[in-house]
């Protein structure tokens, strides 16, 4: 079968269109036929192998599974031994490491059937970037009516489902994006927009109840300045920092100061599940959530994907077509 490989952690130059053998599932796997990848910072993050802390679960010095990719959506075409949920030939999505290739494995605890009202490519657009936005706005973080959300990276994969839920919650959101994404993130539900490099999020009076943080590594006494005394910060996360814990240091601060605070302060670290596709999927079979495709790349331009990812300013997911 034809995968996108790499045999160094690097940059996008050291993906390979190659023929590979094909997969073979374990016990509580199945082996999905890919129709359509995602293309996010969680790939880029297996791709470069950093931060370099990363590498402790990823392969210290290559990558251990050199196949690319995470998300992926396809049919199921073989299942294994201890597999009851699915069958040859469902339609399935979700968390399929090594999805650039025409096969890859995938935990069935890890995939759902796709939803039907939804491509393969706008179905994969949904899992790791959903997912995230759903866990984020739960518990202490799911906003009531009325309350005030701030998205921070809205017009991004993750932050265009937060701004969707938040405001399918009833919540009024405000969306931070760069200059050119002010139409797209009222268009997936922002009542206001800030420009970030013209606006801080605290000029203003606005204080938020509830702040999901996907981008631009604030540090945590700005992000506690926009949130009321008892509000919620999620950290989800933001590119850069140091090139060994990269931007997680902030995470880890916020979780320890948060037991002598009033506020509450979060760092996300998501979980692929099922029940959570499962409630995408319910929510896009409703319209109450839709998965905006930035552009749409062949596999065998994958390099090309990943380079548009790191420069490109992407509106919503980037998808590859297998
Ligand atoms: N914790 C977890 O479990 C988890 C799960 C998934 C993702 N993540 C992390 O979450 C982050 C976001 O992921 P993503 O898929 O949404 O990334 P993405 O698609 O690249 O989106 C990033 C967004 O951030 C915006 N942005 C860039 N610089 C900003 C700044 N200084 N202030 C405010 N917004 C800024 C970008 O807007 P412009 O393009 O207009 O600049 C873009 O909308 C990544 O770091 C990713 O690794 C964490």
């Known amino acids: 079968m034809k995968a996108i490989v790499q045999d160094a952690y690097g940059s996008a130059d050291l993906l390979e ?9 374990g016990d509580d796997e199945v082996l999905v036929e890919v129709r359509a990848a995602g293309v996010g910072p969680e790939v880029w993050h297996l791709m470069t192998g950093r931060p370099y802390v990363a590498r402790v679960a990823l392969g210290l010095r290559k990558p251990k599974n050199p ?19 699915f069958k040859p030939g469902d339609e399935v999505f979700g968390n399929c490491e090594g999805s650039f290739a025409q096969y890859a494995r995938a935990k069935a605890a890890k995939i759902a059937p796709k939803p039907a009202n939804l491509t393969f490519e706008q ?21 009531r009516p009325g309350q005030k959300v701030l998205v921070i990276g809205a017009s991004g994969g993750v932050g265009c489902y937060a701004v969707q839920l938040a405001a399918m919650y009833g919540a ?34 606005h204080r938020y109840d509830v702040i999901v943080d996907n981008a631009g590594l604030r540090p945590l006494p700005v992000l506690r300045r926009a949130l009321t005394p008892r509000g919620t910060l999620v950290i989800v996360g933001g590119e850069g920092g140091t090139s060994f ?10 979780v320890t100061l948060s037991p002598f605070v009033g506020q509450n302060l979060r ?50 997911k980037i998808v590859l077509t297998v």
């Open 17 to 25: 269109l190659r023929d590979i053998d094909r997969p073979v599932p």
């Open 67 to 85: 196949v690319r990719g995470w998300d992926g959506a396809g049919r199921v075409e073989a299942v294994g031994a201890k597999v009851i949920e």
């Open 123 to 143: 179905a994969v657009a949904l899992p790791v970037s959903g997912m995230t936005a759903l866990q984020a706005l739960s518990g202490k973080g799911r906003p």
């Open 172 to 205: 009024e959101v405000t969306g931070v994006c760069g200059p050119t994404g002010a139409d797209f993130v009222r268009s997936q539900g922002a009542s206001h927009v800030i420009d970030y490099t013209r606006e801080d999020i605290t000029d203003g009076p």
């Open 245 to 254: 814990f990269g931007g997680m240091s902030r995470g880890l601060r916020a």
């Open 267 to 316: 760092n996300l670290i998501s979980v692929a599940r099922r029940e959570d596709l499962l409630t995408l999927k319910d929510l896009a079979e409703q319209d109450r959530i839709t998965p905006p495709i930035d552009r749409t790349y062949p596999l065998a331009e994958a390099a090309d994907a990943l380079r548009h990812l790191e420069k490109g300013h992407p509106r919503g």
